[in-house]
């Protein structure tokens, strides 16, 4: 494996009584991975539940504190989005992040229809077209081409204008990722030409563990490319490195890995999700896992994907401990120039 570009995905989560303390946190932490030399910073993108509901907002924040780190969604559902204003508020977040902005999004109807439909859809959601078509929309929307016929103007009192989408971002229709979890979604999104997001969790539709699930995923998608495109490639893993806990977050830790282990073992439910284990250990162990997984070995770029509900200490060390130890290990040279830190508190 050589690591070319290193990432990481924070869950924002945050206690329901007090979400402000919570999203400080996760825009503090995308800063102080910016100053550990991290390539991208991606946010999951959550309904329902304490989280990142609106990640073109909580990125609008983050644009604020980071100068130059990538900033991504992962994965903005579609089903809950209206392609057009979902254009709008990216196109603004990318303007005000100077060309930072990545999106990844999926297709599908949005999870919890049955508890919020009433409240997004004016007409019956069963004739909605939640397919990938959805995704096509978003990007026929933020190429920005001009609307209506070459008469058309809207405007103020002012001035008059071509309408089309505004602020229009050149080139973020070029940096779309796809959450591809299955082969339909593998191939669609390389005949898109869409950059691909990996995660830990995928649907077993032909082998029965994780590695090979995705390994098939993956060749399916480059299969897929038209001649002579190369988009990114970038794998999730959850990765919680034990050096400089205490032994009382050692425990905690590793109950917590111990207590996700069984969904690894076998597909889940009728839709035979699959799992990747969680990579828990000591730098030196967490480097010869990497090494030795099928997947990193045919991608340079990983996304480090923190466990849900960590105190913000834990987030910090298991960051600077990646970058400092195991990303370098790997062939990753962001670390070098970026200045040593202390240790994180």
Request: hydrophobic share 45%; proline share 7%; net charge neutral.
């Amino acid at each position: 494996m050589q690591l070319r570009h290193l990432a990481f995905l924070t869950p924002g989560s945050y206690r329901p009584d007090d979400p402000r303390s919570g999203l400080d946190d996760a825009l503090a932490l995308i800063a102080f991975a910016e100053t550990l030399g991290y390539d991208g910073a991606w946010v999951r993108h959550r309904h329902l539940e304490p989280g990142i509901s609106s990640a073109a907002v909580f990125l609008a924040a983050a644009s604020q504190h980071t100068r130059r780190i990538e900033l991504g969604t992962a994965v903005i559902q579609m089903g809950y989005e209206t392609p057009f204003r979902l254009a709008e508020d990216l196109s603004l977040l990318d303007v005000l992040a100077g060309g930072r902005l990545q999106v990844g999004v999926s297709a599908g109807p949005p999870p919890f229809a049955d508890l919020v439909g009433h409240l997004l859809f004016d007409g019956d959601p069963a004739r909605i077209d939640f397919s990938h078509a959805r995704v096509g929309r978003l990007i026929e929307a933020l190429h920005g081409h001009p609307l209506g016929n070459a008469d058309t103007q809207v405007g103020n009192a002012v001035s008059q204008y071509r309408p089309r989408l505004q602020p229009h971002a050149p080139g973020l229709a070029r940096r779309l990722w796809y959450g591809a979890g299955s082969l339909p979604s593998a191939r669609w999104a390389a005949g898109q030409g869409l950059h691909l997001l990996l995660g830990n969790v995928a649907r077993a539709e032909t082998h029965a563990d994780f590695v090979s699930t995705q390994c098939e995923h993956l060749a399916v998608y480059r299969s897929g490319l038209a001649e002579g495109t190369a988009p990114r490639v970038a794998a999730g893993r959850v990765l919680v490195p034990l050096d400089g806990a205490d032994a009382a977050t050692r425990q905690r830790l590793l109950a917590f890995a111990a207590q996700r282990h069984a969904r690894t073992l076998e597909p889940q439910g009728p839709r035979r999700t699959v799992f990747a284990a969680d990579v828990v250990g000591s730098a030196a162990q967490i480097v010869d896992l990497l090494q030795a997984d099928p997947v990193l070995q045919q991608v340079d770029e990983l996304r480090v994907e923190l466990p849900y509900e960590l105190p913000a200490g834990d987030y910090r060390r298991i960051l600077q401990i990646v970058a400092e130890q195991i990303a370098p290990a790997l062939g990753w040279a962001g670390a070098a120039a970026a200045p040593r830190l202390r240790a994180a508190p």
